[in-house]
T-cell receptor, first 111, second 113 residues
């Protein structure tokens, strides 16, 4: 079993839809949770960085962590074609240097 | 803005060749990383370095080595390239107190024939 599981998609939604992207993890030692966005032929870029359970909002993006369920989510409101990319969740232990990535979910937002 | 530059965008090498992938970052970051990215397998850590001349194995170090002689430069070496090392290779850097915030280069697509 992988330490971080993520549905690969692809996920196709119409412009303006609310998108929900999800990951589950198995290691209770993970304390930091990240979402990266990767456009085609580019390296991943950090989108959201959270610590412990709860919500964090940044513009149209909300990251949610439920440590009791070991479940992390990224919500995108009013999705735009420019949001079309692969979204990777990532986790990190408290004292570690090594991120553990999900395999990524490919999102396409259609006009 | 942090810039992480990988020397080659595309590389084609023959089986058995020694291959060097170079990465340079311009923001004085302590940590540097080499990942490979494969469909269905995601990003897997090969090696990382938290200081000059320091290195630690990641999850899949077999068949690879690294060199970090200067803080800004981190090289990945394939001692004898094999076809199963055909992949996208991504370099990243971070500062020590923001370990989850990686800055990635745009990758090197390596094909071993």
């Amino acid at each position: 079993q992988k330490e971080v599981e993520q549905d690969p998609g692809p996920l196709s939604v119409p412009e303006g839809a609310i998108v929900s992207l999800n990951c589950t993890y198995s290691n209770s030692a993970f304390q930091y949770f990240m979402w990266y966005r990767q456009y085609s032929r580019k390296g991943p870029e950090l989108l959201m960085y959270t610590y412990s359970s709860g919500n964090k909002e940044d513009g149209r993006f909300t990251a949610q962590v439920d440590k009791s369920s070991k479940y992390i989510s990224l919500f995108i409101r009013d999705s735009q074609p420019s949001d079309s990319a692969t979204y990777l969740c990532a986790t990190l232990t408290g004292g570690g240097n090594k991120l553990t990535f999900g395999t990524g979910t490919q999102l396409k937002v259609e006009l | 803005d942090v810039k992480v530059t990988q020397s080659s965008r595309y590389l084609v090498k023959r089986t058995g060749e020694k291959v060097f992938l170079e990465c340079v970052q311009d923001m004085d970051h302590e940590n540097m990383f080499w990942y490979r990215q494969d469909p269905g397998l995601g990003l897997r850590l090969i090696y990382f370095s938290y200081d000059v001349k320091m290195k630690e194995k990641g999850d899949i170090p077999e068949g690879y080595s690294v060199s970090r002689e200067k803080k800004e430069r981190f090289s990945l070496i394939l001692e004898s390239a094999s076809t199963n090392q055909t992949s996208m290779y991504l370099c990243a850097s971070s500062i020590s107190d923001q370990r989850g915030s990686l800055h990635f280069g745009n990758g090197t697509r390596l094909t071993v024939t």
